[in-house]
Structures are given as C-alpha cells and as structure tokens.
C-alpha cells in the first residue's frame, strides 16, 4: 500500500481551512498534516512537515500565496502547490502558475474535484480548473498580438491522438477524464502526452496549452 498523500492546507479564513480539510481526511488516501493562515506560516510549515502537496490561497496577509507558492516550490521541490482561490482573472492566475503551481482551482469547485486534482498533482499532473483554462487562452491571445499567431506548421505534426489530448488539455481536462473522453487507459494518455511534450520541447501542460493556442491548433467553445 502507498503512503497517503499528505496535504498541508493554507488559507486566512478557517472555516475554509476545516472544510478542505474535512474534505480530504475523508478521502482514504490523503491525510491533511497542517493548517496555515497566511503564507509565511505555509513556508514554516511547508520545512517542517513536508507535504506533498499544499492547498494554497492567493490572497492573505502577511506573506501572499504566489510569494509562498515560489518559495515552496523552490526550496521543496518535491511539494507540488495547488492554487485554490475564487479568482479567475489572469492577475492571478498566471503569476501563480509562474511562482510554481501545479494546480489552479476555485474554491467553489466540487470536493470531488478538489480530490482528483490533489491525486493528479501528485502524481505529476499540471490540472486547471475549465474557467483558468479560458482566462490563461485570453492571456496568451493577448499576448501575442498583434502579431499573428505561428502557423500549425511551426511546431511538429501530431497523431490524430496526440491532438485529441490537447484539445481535452485545452478543455481543462485530467489524464482521468481525458482517458474516459477518449476511452482508453490513463497510461495510453500519458504516453499521448509525453509524445507531444517531446515533439514540442515544452516541460508540462501548461506550456503545451500556451504553444497550441499560439499555433491555432486548439479551439475552446
């Protein structure tokens, strides 16, 4: 049997803090190992405990999550970072994937989502939450005008699969609900994924979706 999966919880408010933490101890494969209030006090516990994975909020005093985030992630490595905040807007979200999250989720998601995503992060997983998707396309749109976006050409062609799976990445989908869309194992869409990491040079999700969108390969309805 693997070890649960240990979850440090962060946010200034504690009715959020004792609801995700009701949430994952309910899970039977994740334990929450802490709490923290502000981000300084995240970064303490973060040395301390751990983690695999910490449940991060954006804004709080102190010491913010974007600043946590980069300091975890930099000095723990192994900690995977999940933003979980009630922004959508790319003031936020992209300087928290920048600082190193893994994750980026509204605290009005599901619980179940909220579990999926901890198990996904945690097994190497970039996953973001169908709105962020939308706000991070806009950005890069943005950010590439006015010149126009690189041809499709421009990047290695991918197998109708390989395709498959970015335009699902593109939807704001895990490997798990990728693998339910496309019917086939979680296995056969990592290997799709790494594929297209490999073609591309990129490093995670985040990039492959940043590079799609660019070359106008992936529509979002």
Same mark, same amino acid.
């Given at each position: 049997?693997? *070890? $649960?999966?240990?979850?440090?919880?962060?946010?200034?408010?504690?009715?959020?803090?004792?609801?995700?933490?009701?949430?994952?101890?309910?899970?039977?494969?994740?334990?929450?190992? #802490?709490?923290?209030?502000?981000?300084?006090?995240?970064?303490?516990?973060?040395?301390?405990?751990?983690?695999?994975?910490?449940?991060?909020?954006?804004?709080?005093?102190?010491?913010?999550?974007?600043?946590?985030?980069?300091?975890?992630?930099?000095?723990?490595?192994?900690?995977?970072?999940?933003?979980?905040?009630?922004f959508?807007?790319?003031?936020?979200?992209?300087?928290?994937?920048?600082? #190193?999250?893994? #994750?980026?989720?509204?605290?009005?998601?599901?619980? $179940?989502?909220?579990? *999926?995503?901890?198990?996904?992060?945690?097994? #190497?997983?970039?996953?973001?939450?169908?709105?962020?998707?939308?706000?991070?396309?806009?950005?890069?749109?943005?950010?590439?005008?006015?010149?126009?976006?690189?041809?499709?050409?421009?990047?290695?062609?991918l197998?109708?699969?390989e395709? $498959?799976?970015?335009?699902?990445?593109?939807?704001?989908?895990?490997?798990?609900?990728?693998?339910?869309?496309?019917?086939?194992?979680?296995?056969?869409v990592?290997?799709?994924?790494?594929?297209?990491?490999?073609?591309? *040079?990129?490093? *995670?999700?985040?990039?492959?979706?940043?590079?799609?969108?660019?070359?106008?390969?992936?529509?979002?309805?």
């Amino acid at each position: 049997m693997p *070890d $649960d999966i240990r979850v440090l919880v962060v946010d200034d408010e504690a009715l959020v803090r004792h609801a995700f933490g009701f949430f994952v101890n309910a899970a039977d494969d994740m334990d929450v190992v #802490g709490e923290a209030q502000d981000g300084k006090v995240a970064l303490t516990m973060a040395r301390s405990l751990r983690p695999d994975v910490v449940l991060m909020d954006i804004q709080m005093p102190v010491m913010d999550g974007v600043a946590a985030t980069h300091a975890i992630t930099q000095e723990l490595p192994e900690t995977r970072v999940v933003a979980v905040t009630t922004f959508t807007t790319t003031h936020y979200v992209v300087p928290a994937l920048r600082a #190193g999250a893994s #994750g980026y989720l509204l605290k009005d998601s599901a619980p $179940d989502e909220l579990i *999926d995503t901890i198990r996904a992060v945690h097994q #190497g997983e970039y996953v973001l939450a169908r709105q962020i998707v939308g706000a991070l396309v806009d950005t890069v749109r943005q950010d590439s005008a006015p010149e126009p976006p690189s041809p499709a050409e421009a990047l290695p062609a991918l197998t109708a699969r390989e395709a $498959d799976v970015v335009q699902l990445i593109a939807e704001g989908l895990s490997n798990r609900q990728i693998a339910q869309r496309m019917a086939v194992s979680e296995a056969t869409v990592k290997t799709h994924l790494g594929s297209v990491l490999h073609k591309w *040079d990129v490093r *995670d999700r985040t990039q492959v979706l940043i590079a799609a969108v660019r070359s106008g390969l992936v529509t979002l309805t």
